[in-house]
């Protein structure tokens, strides 16, 4: 809960993929709230027993939502679903405005990657999408230390530059530094 409500504010691509590894934490350690204690909670820097019972309290409501949305073997829950939609909103709204001519750029340096993950993916699941599940692939193939080809780290490095362009642009419209006007 901390660094979700950290990165949230900061760096909202962190802080989906952070969140989807929560909810894969959740889901390994079997929906068992003493378990994620002893196991995430315990080894948080907390401040006082107050801090760690609300964090212990959001990981409560975490499991309670993913019951309730019918997420325990897979997908996500609707709050990470809305902010790969709010990014993907906003991904149109900067490509339509023609403001950031460096993002405008980036994406269709990016497009053929996507277009290629699009044809190894399921149907129906947008560009920032797509770029956020080949980013956390890459995350879970790294936790598992497994090897990944040079040729999928040059596309992965891609992929960060212009998921980091977006989360650039997206927290500075959301501050009112960036007019799309």
């Given at each position: 809960?901390l660094i979700?409500?950290?990165?949230?504010?900061t760096?909202?691509?962190e802080?989906?993929?952070?969140m989807?590894?929560v909810?894969?934490?959740?889901?390994?350690?079997?929906?068992?709230?003493?378990?994620?204690?002893k196991?995430?909670?315990?080894?948080l820097?907390?401040?006082?027993?107050?801090?760690?019972?609300?964090?212990l309290?959001?990981?409560?409501?975490?499991?309670?939502?993913?019951?309730?949305?019918?997420?325990?073997?897979?997908?996500?829950?609707?709050?990470?679903?809305?902010?790969?939609?709010d990014?993907?909103d906003?991904?149109?709204?900067?490509?339509?405005?023609e403001?950031v001519?460096?993002?405008n750029?980036?994406?269709?340096h990016?497009l053929p990657l996507i277009n290629?993950?699009r044809?190894?993916?399921?149907?129906?699941?947008?560009?920032?999408?797509?770029?956020f599940?080949f980013?956390?692939?890459i995350l879970m193939l790294?936790?598992?230390?497994?090897?990944?080809?040079?040729?999928?780290?040059?596309?992965?490095?891609?992929?960060s530059k212009?998921l980091?362009?977006?989360t650039?642009?997206?927290h500075a419209?959301?501050?009112?530094?960036?007019?799309?006007?």
């Amino acid at each position: 809960m901390l660094i979700a409500s950290y990165l949230k504010n900061t760096n909202i691509a962190e802080y989906l993929l952070y969140m989807w590894q929560v909810e894969d934490t959740i889901r390994a350690m079997d929906f068992d709230i003493e378990r994620i204690e002893k196991s995430v909670v315990d080894r948080l820097p907390v401040k006082d027993e107050n801090e760690r019972r609300t964090v212990l309290l959001w990981y409560e409501d975490l499991i309670d939502m993913m019951r309730r949305e019918n997420v325990m073997d897979k997908g996500h829950l609707q709050i990470n679903k809305n902010t790969v939609a709010d990014l993907d909103d906003f991904h149109y709204l900067i490509l339509g405005s023609e403001c950031v001519p460096a993002y405008n750029a980036k994406y269709l340096h990016v497009l053929p990657l996507i277009n290629q993950f699009r044809q190894k993916s399921k149907a129906g699941l947008t560009d920032v999408e797509l770029c956020f599940n080949f980013q956390y692939g890459i995350l879970m193939l790294r936790l598992q230390k497994k090897e990944i080809s040079a040729e999928t780290l040059k596309t992965q490095e891609e992929i960060s530059k212009f998921l980091i362009l977006l989360t650039k642009n997206y927290h500075a419209f959301a501050e009112g530094k960036l007019d799309l006007e």
